[in-house]
């Protein structure tokens, strides 16, 4: 459903992109990890059509995307900081865009608006939400529109677990509708159960794409967290990002 | 793309800075009339706020609408919209505003206390200048990264415009007071819209027999019929030229 081929992009002197190649299809859940500052943003953003890549081509079904822009009719984009126009009402916002769109109100998914009780905020503008309610938003909007592809930047940062749980829950309820979704993350537990592939980046490079029975099999661990920090070891990246990662969990979690 | 507009246009008149300008204008306008006995003084003084206030609000109100709306504009981005219909309905908008802001606080008074040739050269200028200098910042805020580079470079090409160009027209003329400078200088005043604007304006009126055999020559040819055309494209370009290469940027530009 996505290629991308070689892609680079570099601001000024750091390079955030390396030649980047890959292919991601239909009912994959692909979780893009790293540390920050890996490129994961950008690499998302490249897909989206915000960042002009340098080099390289990325294709939507086989469409190339610097052409139409139509090709974003089949994406819905959760941001990791969701910044919106602070006079508009969050319900103003969600008719602009289905007006914008140009999608009758029966196409519209309305299951996160209702879960995450999103009419009594209808009428309050978009600058006096906290934080977590504006991911919420963030989050019902990429879900709104029935998108094939769903690009997910650091989904349940900034989300109270009953929030994050009911956003987990649609996220595999939307794979096992044939779905593709790409979701950037740092809490592995997290992606855990939802991810098929695993793309990891550092410094902006590819270091791998795997889906997670072979990760599974090649470490001999079933916890993704274990599994990568193996690898980590393995393969000698001296990683410091996954050791802190999976201390903190340790501490915080009871398997 | 009007449906992009009509909510640019929503937040602007949200802002009610566009309602502060217009009545600005109206009571300036209405008491030049009435302070004035004779209308014609009254546009001379009316000549001069247009010269210099409306390309200082177009400039700054346009700038700073822009990086206010950052946000909306980096919305639209992720969705199926391109690059350029993004900035035309802003465009559309912020001139739609300050356009009608003009009509009401200058268009009206003029309309009914001297709809003469002279005053309907008042406004086309007017108008064209509005035009001008929204295309103009458009580009400014383009280039600039962020908000006071961005309303810096919209003053200094005020300045530019408004005050610099003149000094420098001045210089040339008195260095070169001893060659035949008629035509160099109708070439120079195409570089400028606030001087073109204002050569318009003044040969409409009786000040214009004042002006000696350089005024003579201008009248022959701006009271001609190819002097409006003259003056109308040369306004244009100055309208899409700018706007054109902030597209351009803007199109490339990583959000």
Redesign the interface.
């Known amino acids: 459903m996505i290629r991308i081929e070689n892609i680079s992009k570099r601001f000024r002197k750091l390079q955030v992109l390396d030649n980047i190649t890959a292919s991601f299809e239909k009912e994959q859940v692909v979780s893009l990890i790293g540390p920050n500052g890996s490129g994961k943003t950008t690499l998302i953003k490249c897909m989206l059509g915000m960042v002009k890549p340098d080099s390289g081509k990325i294709l939507v079904n086989g469409q190339l995307i610097n052409g139409h822009p139509s090709y974003r009719e089949q994406i819905g984009y959760m941001p990791q900081i969701g910044r919106y126009p602070d006079n508009m009402k969050v319900g103003q916002l969600f008719r602009m865009l289905q007006n914008i769109r140009n999608i009758p109100d029966e196409k519209t998914d309305r299951d996160l608006f209702q879960q995450f009780e999103l009419e009594k905020i209808a009428g309050k503008p978009m600058r006096t939400l906290s934080g977590g309610t504006r991911q919420k938003v963030s989050a019902t909007l990429a879900f709104f529109f029935n998108p094939a592809l769903l690009i997910l930047d650091e989904p349940t940062a900034g989300l109270d677990p009953l929030a994050s749980e009911i956003l987990k829950a649609k996220i595999l309820a939307e794979k096992k509708k044939g779905k593709l979704i790409l979701i950037t993350s740092h809490i592995l537990s997290d992606i855990d159960e939802l991810t098929t592939h695993i793309m990891y980046l550092q410094e902006g490079k590819m270091q791998f794409f795997k889906n997670m029975e072979t990760l599974q099999e090649e470490t001999g661990e079933l916890r993704l967290g274990k599994a990568i920090a193996r690898i980590m070891k393995g393969e000698k990246f001296t990683s410091e990002w996954i050791d802190k990662m999976l201390e903190v969990k340790d501490n915080e979690r009871i398997y | 793309m009007m ?2 507009s009509k ?1 640019v246009l929503y ?1 602007i008149v ?2 009610k800075i566009i309602l502060a300008y217009t009545l600005f204008l109206l009571i300036v306008s209405v008491s030049m009339f009435q302070m004035e006995e004779n209308s014609s003084k009254a546009m001379l003084s009316l000549l001069n706020i247009v010269l210099i206030v409306l390309p200082l609000v177009s400039l700054v109100f346009t700038t700073i609408h822009y990086y ?5 504009i ?10 350029t219909r993004i900035l035309m309905s802003e465009y559309a908008g912020v001139s739609i505003s300050l356009l009608s802001a003009f009509l009401a606080g200058v268009g009206l008074p003029v309309m009914l206390f001297a709809a003469d040739a002279t005053g309907y050269a008042l406004l086309f200028t007017g108008i064209c200048l509005t035009l001008v200098f929204t295309s103009i910042a458009f580009l400014a805020s383009v280039i600039a990264r962020d908000k006071a580079r961005g309303i810096g470079l919209a003053l200094l090409l005020w300045f530019y415009f408004a005050l610099i160009y003149d000094g420098l027209v001045l210089l040339i003329l008195f260095s070169f007071s001893d060659y035949p400078l008629e035509k160099l200088t109708l070439l120079l005043s195409a570089l400028n819209p606030v001087d073109l604007g204002r050569i318009f304006i003044m040969l409409k009126m009786d000040v214009s027999t004042l002006m000696g055999y350089t005024g003579a020559l201008y009248k022959d040819f701006f009271g001609s019929n190819t002097g409006i055309l003259f003056t109308a494209g040369i306004m244009l370009v100055w309208i899409i030229v700018p706007f054109w290469l902030a597209v351009r940027k803007f199109k ?4």
Do not use: G
């Open positions: 449906k992009l909510y937040d949200r802002s206010n709306s950052y946000e909306f980096e919305l639209m981005s992720s969705q199926p919209m391109s690059r490339r530009k990583d959000l």
